[in-house]
């Protein structure tokens, strides 16, 4: 670059600061520099104020922290405490198992002795228990009668009155076994009561005592086709077979004597000639 061209560029450099200067100085410029800047303060300002709020609620986390630093502070004390309870606790829970075995072992201690020395009456009791049990529940114990009925035309249904001493039956059985649990715990009392044991057995329930109940049931149905009332041939044929058979087992003795007595006049002659 020559000095024509340096000089050029100055003059041009000049003439643009002296356009800047002339914008700068401008009222629209100076008009609109203090809008931007007062724009930009009320910016400012608003952030200033948000972070004094801000500022205010980190404070206010400040005393929320404090108060959870506390409550863990507690919590600490109250896990050393429930670990001092928990030991304590194991503490005693072991020397509670440890006297509740002693204790049980001792209880089955003097229970062998009470078991090893009771009265064989005990046990004599007990089977006549058990035996009477077994009569109870044999066939034959429990029977019903009926005692009465009443036909409802309109609802067409049979009221039945019975009387069973299936409840007796029941009471009695349930006595017996009762009884057989009282006995075995009589074994671990230290004397016999044998008035106790014979009145056991006095007080067995009857069975003999009949209570009434009622039920109902349908008219029975009546079959108006003759045809299903009348036998099939192969049952008449059954029934006929049967029939002769038994015809012939009832004339089999009688054919017998007649027989013997034919047979025994053939051999006697004079028989034939008085004739």
């Not at 100055?10 to 007062?38: C, D, S, W, Y």
């Not at 001092?84 to 062998?112: C, D, P, T, W």
């Not at 609802?155 to 019975?162: L, V, Y």
Request: glycine share 4%; net charge positive; hydrophobic share 35%.
């Amino acid at each position: 670059m020559n000095v024509q061209e340096r000089e050029e560029n100055k003059k041009a450099m000049e003439v643009l600061r002296a356009g800047i200067a002339e914008l700068n100085r401008h009222p629209a410029t100076i008009q609109q520099r203090e809008q931007e800047a007062a724009a930009t303060l009320a910016k400012r300002t608003t952030a200033a104020n948000k972070i004094k709020n801000l500022e205010c609620d980190l404070q206010a986390c400040g005393v929320i922290q404090r108060k959870i630093d506390g409550m863990v502070e507690r919590l600490n004390v109250m896990d050393a405490e429930r670990l001092a309870y928990q030991a304590a606790i194991n503490s005693e829970r072991s020397f509670l198992m440890q006297e509740k075995a002693g204790i049980v072992a001792g209880i089955g201690h003097e229970q062998k002795i009470l078991y090893s020395t009771y009265s064989e009456k005990i046990d004599e009791a007990i089977e006549y228990f058990k035996k009477k049990l077994d009569w109870l529940r044999s066939p034959g114990r429990i029977s019903s009668q009926r005692v009465g009925g009443a036909r409802n035309i309109f609802t067409e249904k049979i009221t039945t009155k019975t009387e069973s001493n299936i409840a007796a039956v029941k009471d009695a059985l349930k006595y017996c076994q009762n009884s057989i649990e009282e006995l075995e715990k009589m074994k671990l009392e230290p004397a016999l009561d044998t008035q106790k044991i014979e009145e056991m057995k006095k007080r067995i329930p009857d069975i003999g005592v009949y209570t009434e109940s009622t039920g109902e049931r349908p008219f029975p149905r009546i079959n108006t086709d003759i045809r299903t009332t009348l036998p099939s041939d192969s049952e008449m044929a059954w029934k006929g077979k049967i029939l002769l058979e038994k015809i012939d087992k009832l004339l089999k003795p009688a054919k017998k004597k007649f027989g013997r007595e034919a047979k025994q006049q053939s051999h006697r002659p004079e028989l034939y000639e008085r004739r």
